[in-house]
Structures are given as structure tokens and as C-alpha cells.
């Protein structure tokens, strides 16, 4: 069973940045791949970006190549989420969420999810 709490979430002006944490309890956090996922009002929740077991690969949707970069600690069992050049559409809910194995954009296919961190960026 493994643990997922978010943390850093809050409020931002556009272009403005933050940094999301994922914090997983276990001992064997480094066999899982992390996810983050989005969720705004009315809408589906979608892939942001992933990061395999080691740290040596990563994935990003579309929408924020260039501007997000995911990355995590295993020695600290947390996976972090840097947001810059944030635009009004990234208003969301986001999660981070933990699967045995490889990475996946599916949201189905990961285990474990936190409760979800409210990112609201104004313009």
C-alpha cells in the first residue's frame, strides 16, 4: 500500500511559477513510475507528466512541454512537479499518483493517488 500526499499548490499571477510535491510512504518508492494529472472544472483529468522509477526518463503532455519540468528524489520518497510560465489553463486540481512499473499516460492504469492539490493561476 503505498501513500500519496500533494503539497504546494496555491494561488499565482500568470507567468508566475510554482512547485508541486508528491511525499509516498514505503520503502519502495523508487519501483514505482509517478504521474501527475489534472483535473479543471467540468472536465476529464488529464496526463501533465510522468517520470520512471530512476528519474532517467520523463513525459509531458502536450500542453506543457517547455513551461513543466517533473523530477523526484527517491531518497525522499517525493516527486515534484516545477510549473513556470503559468497560464489561466492550468487552473486545476492537480494529483500525483504512483503505479508499479513503467510510466502511463492512462490514468487508469495507475494504483495510488493523492487528494489533489488546487493550482489557480489569475490573469
Known amino acids: 500500500q503505498v501513500q500519496l500526499v500533494e503539497s504546494g499548490g496555491g494561488l499565482v499571477q500568470t507567468g508566475g511559477s510554482l512547485r508541486l510535491s508528491c511525499t509516498a510512504s514505503g520503502r519502495t518508492f523508487s519501483s514505482y513510475g509517478m504521474g501527475w494529472f489534472r483535473q479543471a472544472q467540468g472536465k476529464e483529468r488529464d496526463f501533465v507528466a510522468g517520470?520512471?522509477?530512476?528519474?532517467?526518463?520523463?513525459y509531458y503532455g502536450d500542453s506543457v512541454k517547455g513551461r513543466f519540468t517533473i523530477s523526484r528524489a527517491n531518497a525522499k520518497n517525493t516527486a515534484y512537479l516545477q510549473m513556470n510560465s503559468l497560464e489561466p489553463e492550468d487552473t486545476a486540481v492537480y494529483y500525483c499518483?504512483?503505479?508499479?512499473?513503467?510510466?502511463?499516460?492512462?490514468?487508469?492504469?495507475?494504483?495510488?493517488w493523492g487528494q489533489g492539490t488546487q493550482v489557480t493561476v489569475s490573469s
Open positions: 517520470v520512471s522509477g530512476s528519474g532517467s526518463s520523463t
Open positions: 499518483a504512483a503505479r508499479s512499473g513503467r510510466v502511463r499516460t492512462n490514468l487508469y492504469e495507475y494504483t495510488y
